[in-house]
C-alpha cells in the first residue's frame, strides 16, 4: 500500500466533497480495506432500507454484479432487513444462460438470496431469458411502473465502476447511453456479451445512488471519476443524490484533505 493509501486507511472512514463544481459535486467515504468497505455498504443499505419501509412500506433496491459487491452481499444477508417488504431488480445482466457463472443473478443467488427470506416474487431477474428481448423489456417495464408507479423511482441503486469509466453495462460510446425515454436498453456486445441494463433516466430518478469501488487496479480511473472527468459514462449519472464507498486502495490517488473534527451531518449539509 502506498504511504498516501496508508495515511487514509489510517484515518478512514472518511467523508469528504469533492470536487469544488457543483455539476460534479459527490460525498466520498473512504474504508480501510475491501472488508471494512462490504460491511459499510450492507449497514447503510440496510439503514436505507428501514427507512424507505417506514415512510412507503417497501424498499426498492437494484444492485449491480462483478466483483467488488460479492462480499456487500454476502455481508447483506446478515443485516437487519425486512426482507418480506424489499423487492430487489438488476442493475444489469449478461444475455448468457441461465446458471451460467457470466450472470449477475447467479452470483446474486449465491451471496445473498439462498440466505434471506425475500418472497420470490419479489425479486425481478431482468429478462435476458427472452426470445424476444425487446418485447420482454417492455413487459418488464410495466411490470415495474405497476409496483413503484410512473415515473418509476428507485428507493436505492448500487452502481460500481469499471476500469473504463463504464457503470451498469453504459459502455464508452455504446448507443444505450443515448437511451431517453425507456427504463431498460440492450448493449453492443462487450467482453463476449451483450447486456441490458437500466438506463441514465431510471438510475437519475433513484432516491439515492451508492457507488461501491474497490481495489488498486480502480485507483486511475476513480481519481477520473471523482474529478467529473466528462469521458466517463459514469459521470452521466446524476451525483446530486449520490454517496460513493471506496477503499483505502482504490482511493490512493484521491488528494483527500483531512476534515476539521466536526460532526458528519453538519458536512452534509
Known sequence: MSDHASRLAAATPRCVLAPPSPAAFLKVEVHADALALAQAAADHIAEQAA?????????LLALSGGQTP????????????DWRRVHLLQVDERIAPRGSPARNL???N???LAHVPIPTAQVYPLPVDAADPLAAMAGYEAQLRQLAGQPLQLDLVQLGLGSDGHTASLLPGDPALAVTERELAL?????GWRR???????????????WLVSGADKAAVLARFVAGDAALPACRVSRENALLLCDAAAAARLMLSPLP???LASLLR
Open 106 to 108: 447467479t452470483q446474486l
Open 196 to 210: 441490458m441494463t437500466l438506463t441514465l433516466p431510471l438510475l437519475d430518478r433513484a432516491r439515492q445512488v451508492l
Open 51 to 59: 427507512q424507505a419501509i417506514a415512510q412507503r412500506g417497501q424498499f
Open 187 to 191: 448493449s453492443t456486445r462487450y467482453q
Open 70 to 81: 460479492q462480499a456487500m452481499l454476502r455481508a447483506l444477508a446478515q443485516a437487519p432487513i
Open 261 to 263: 473534527a466536526t460532526p
Open 110 to 112: 449465491e451471496s445473498l
